[in-house]
């Protein structure tokens, strides 16, 4: 759009008391490029000027998934289905983190960026959906590693069948994403008024992976506890997302409606928290 | 001659103290106390009411319009509202009351390096900057070679900016907006960054914007400098406008009441200490 392209019979936009900016698809799709160069920047940032570099994305799921084996499959004997306890583990870790980091990044997102949101404008959105990228490009060599990992058993004579719902990993990890998306942008809006929310969602996102079928299947959930993992959403996720890479869990259909009923209602309040705070916020912030 | 920018009384009320102050269970509490006093009385107004917070407007009723390819200089003491008038042009923030309508894209010119990541190199942050302000890719890998040859920093620009000296990266910003040449400029402050050879550079740079027919917002600069180069003048004060028109005659008249005030002003010497603190207290805040 050079001078010679302005419309001048319509506004490029107006600014109005309690008008909300615009999030409209077409002007977040104008701005894909710079989506696309924040997704890069973080992607590279993470590993710059560090002694491991994008090694650190397979070294801390290998630990975790150490440190779970030891800890429940060893002391306390729960079961992980047919499945070796370290590709169980690493399965779950790796899209765990791959969530929480979503939910922890979106939740900084008027804290890490009101520097540059004082001074530019484009649309805020755009800055929650390249943190879902980054994670999202995160996550992909972590699963690469749980293919090496699984070939490696597949190899040594311990065979690992995946399974044939394969092609819905990616509609389980888009659901997880908006879930993500939508709980991010609840906190990011709340963080305009209290700061200190996004230590306490740390403490809660740690605590809500062991109710998340990370560390053990559906089966071994005690009795009493069951509604609680069957109102938790990512609990669903986690278990589809098992279940479309290995055919050793099945996925219940009354949870996954709940759990995407839930989602769909938390991305919609989440986002219009979200439209709702980023009008005035560095006013407050 | 199509119009840039259209404000329609314009204002801005910001509250002082308060707000942001209170922890969550604090707000809790009150608004507790708050609603158990409604539902006993009421008929009775309660300390938790918004409208007892202490508040001022920033901004009163500015109105003013703008055409393509004319130069508008805003002047105003500190405090008169020009930084939140342009936050609110710029959709950085929202005004309380009225409406600004604005045609093409806006940039400030120093504000730009907001926007650099420190890990990044020269490049990197010139594309990641220019997407921010609206441009595509190709506009400006179209422009990227003017850019760093502006910026004078052809040998430095795959180092990260976090080894610039604070000269080089102001540098880079203002290369980045003023070559990319937004609709709309806005050139906050001073326009002159750099050592003198740079300096001239702007200042030819900022001619040859003005030349190409692009609309520019001036900020608080030398008035000569506003004679020689804006059309329009803004004179704001305690948020309102006191004067607009031709740059010429309201900069003559802000000069004069500036002199007036300085005359009227008690020189320092006559005043004790105690005296001289509640002169300056004493500016009306509205």
């Known amino acids: 759009m050079s001078a010679s392209q302005i419309d001048f019979a319509k506004p490029s936009y107006v600014v109005e008391p309690g008008k909300l900016l615009d999030s409209h698809p077409k002007s977040l799709w104008a701005y894909r490029e710079l989506f696309l160069l924040l997704v890069k920047r973080d992607f590279v940032?993470?590993?710059?000027?560090?002694a491991l570099g994008p090694f650190w994305f397979f070294v801390q799921p290998f630990l975790a998934s150490l440190a779970f084996l030891v800890v429940f499959s060893q002391i306390a004997r729960l079961s992980t289905t047919d499945l070796p306890p370290l590709?169980?583990?690493?399965?779950?870790i790796i899209v765990w983190n791959f969530f929480s980091n979503c939910v922890s990044k979106v939740a900084y997102t008027f804290l890490l960026n009101a520097q540059v949101f004082r001074k530019i404008y484009f649309p805020r959105l755009i800055m929650p959906l390249s943190q879902i990228g980054t994670n999202l490009l995160n996550f992909i060599p972590q699963l690469g590693v749980?293919?090496?990992?699984?070939?490696?058993y597949n190899l040594s004579g311990r065979g690992i069948a995946l399974s044939p719902w394969l092609f819905a990993l990616p509609l389980t990890l888009g659901l997880m994403a908006l879930l993500a998306l939508g709980l991010g942008c609840l906190i990011a809006a709340a963080t305009v008024k209290y700061r200190d929310l996004t230590i306490v969602v740390g403490y809660m996102l740690n605590l809500w992976m062991y109710g998340s079928l990370v560390i053990c299947p559906r089966s071994a959930v005690p009795p009493n506890l069951s509604w609680l993992v069957t109102l938790n959403p990512m609990a669903s996720f986690v278990e589809c997302y098992r279940s479309s890479l290995f055919g050793t869990e099945h996925a219940e259909g009354g949870p996954l409606m709940i759990a995407i009923a839930i989602t769909l209602l938390l991305a919609g309040v989440g986002l219009a928290c979200f439209k709702r705070s980023e009008r005035t916020f560095t006013d407050h912030i | 001659m199509p119009v840039?920018?259209?404000?329609?009384?314009?204002?801005?009320?910001?509250?002082?103290?308060?707000?942001?102050?209170?922890?969550?269970?604090?707000?809790?509490w009150s608004n507790t106390i708050f609603g158990v006093q409604r539902f006993l009385q009421p008929g009775r107004a309660s300390l938790a009411e918004p409208s007892s917070r202490p508040s001022f407007w920033a901004l009163q009723d500015v109105s003013f319009q703008l055409h393509q390819g004319e130069t508008l200089a805003i002047i105003g003491e500190n405090g008169a509202g020009k930084s939140t008038l342009l936050k609110i042009l710029s959709r950085i923030t929202q005004p309380t009351k009225g409406k600004a309508k604005v045609f093409g894209r806006l940039a400030s010119l120093l504000e730009v390096g907001a926007g650099f990541h420190p890990e990044f190199s020269g490049r990197d942050n010139i594309y990641l900057n220019g997407t921010m302000l609206g441009f595509s890719k190709k506009e400006i890998r179209q422009k990227f070679d003017e850019i760093v040859d502006f910026s004078g920093l052809e040998k430095f620009i795959d180092v990260p900016v976090k080894n610039y000296s604070s000269g080089m990266y102001i540098r880079l910003a203002f290369s980045v907006a003023a070559i990319l040449n937004p609709e709309i400029v806005i050139l906050d402050e001073v326009i002159a960054v750099g050592d003198a050879a740079f300096k001239k550079k702007c200042f030819e740079r900022v001619e040859s914007i003005f030349k190409q027919g692009h609309t520019v917002i001036m900020v608080n600069h030398e008035m000569a400098h506003l004679r020689r180069m804006s059309h329009r003048c803004l004179w704001l004060r305690h948020g309102q406008v006191e004067m607009f028109?031709?740059?010429?005659e309201v900069v003559t008249h802000y000069e004069r009441a500036m002199n007036e005030a300085l005359d009227d002003r008690p020189r320092p010497a006559e005043l004790a200490g105690s005296e001289c603190a509640s002169a300056f207290l004493a500016a009306p805040t509205n």
């Open chain 1, 45 to 50: 940032a993470a590993y710059k000027q560090t």
């Open chain 1, 87 to 92: 590709v169980f583990y690493m399965s779950g």
């Open chain 1, 146 to 152: 749980l293919f090496l990992l699984i070939g490696f």
């Open chain 2, 4 to 28: 840039a920018i259209e404000a329609h009384h314009i204002s801005k009320q910001f509250f002082l103290g308060e707000r942001n102050q209170r922890t969550f269970f604090e707000d809790i």
């Open chain 2, 245 to 248: 028109g031709p740059t010429n």
